[in-house]
């Protein structure tokens, strides 16, 4: 190989790790942080009323590890953890002007009564861009919103994350919403 091809590599290979090492990495604290960034209801136009939601919330984790598997069935993320949903989601209905947090019901065929539903939901593993730790982004999540038992019509969520480190994040909530037009 000539001096000269050698030369022009070796220049090629610095100015890249140049470039790569310029890049800033963002860096965000290991503890996930959310934020609701919008809730669109879908609104059946025959009655009026909202039969689902979908909730759209951004976050960021320091280390990445946002997510589960669906093999990851053994403690502490086994059936019936508190871990085993890592994005956890609770509903309240403005009653008499507080919010109240109510259970939302749904009819068991198979055992003829009503099952407790939950909201709660397995975030899938998300993996980071490499040579960044640092993980960001958006997550959807379609809720059923209409409690056909309720004579209330005004609900919110509040909502949480779990990374596998089990820190949780901070709090977030919707802003009311309106289920009957």
């Known amino acids: 190989m000539k001096t000269g091809t050698k030369i022009g590599f070796i220049l090629i290979f610095l100015v890249a790790q140049i470039l790569l090492s310029c890049?800033?990495?963002?860096?965000?604290?290991?503890?996930?942080?959310?934020?609701?960034?919008?809730?669109?209801?879908?609104?059946?136009?025959?009655t009026r009323v909202a039969q689902r939601g979908i909730l759209?919330?951004?976050?960021?984790?320091?280390?990445?590890?946002?997510g589960l598997r669906s093999s990851d069935i053994y403690p502490p993320y086994n059936p019936g953890s508190k871990y085993y949903y890592n994005l956890i989601i609770k509903y309240f209905e403005k009653q008499h002007g507080k919010f109240v947090e109510v259970p939302l019901l749904s009819w068991?065929?198979?055992s003829a009564r009503y099952d407790t539903m939950t909201f709660n939901a397995r975030i899938p593993w998300l993996t980071p861009n490499l040579g960044n730790k640092g993980i960001s982004g958006?997550?959807?999540?379609t809720l059923f919103i209409n409690n056909p038992l309720s004579k209330f019509d005004?609900?919110?969520?509040?909502?949480?994350?779990?990374?596998?480190?089990?820190?949780?994040?901070?709090?977030?909530?919707?802003?009311?919403?309106v289920r009957r037009y």
């Open 23 to 46: 890049q800033k990495k963002e860096q965000f604290p290991i503890i996930p942080e959310i934020h609701f960034s919008r809730f669109l209801v879908e609104m059946d136009t025959t």
């Open 56 to 66: 759209e919330f951004t976050f960021k984790d320091g280390d990445g590890d946002i």
């Open 108 to 110: 068991n065929a198979d």
């Open 138 to 141: 958006t997550i959807q999540d």
């Open 154 to 177: 005004t609900i919110k969520f509040t909502f949480f994350i779990y990374d596998r480190a089990l820190h949780k994040s901070n709090v977030d909530s919707t802003p009311e919403i």
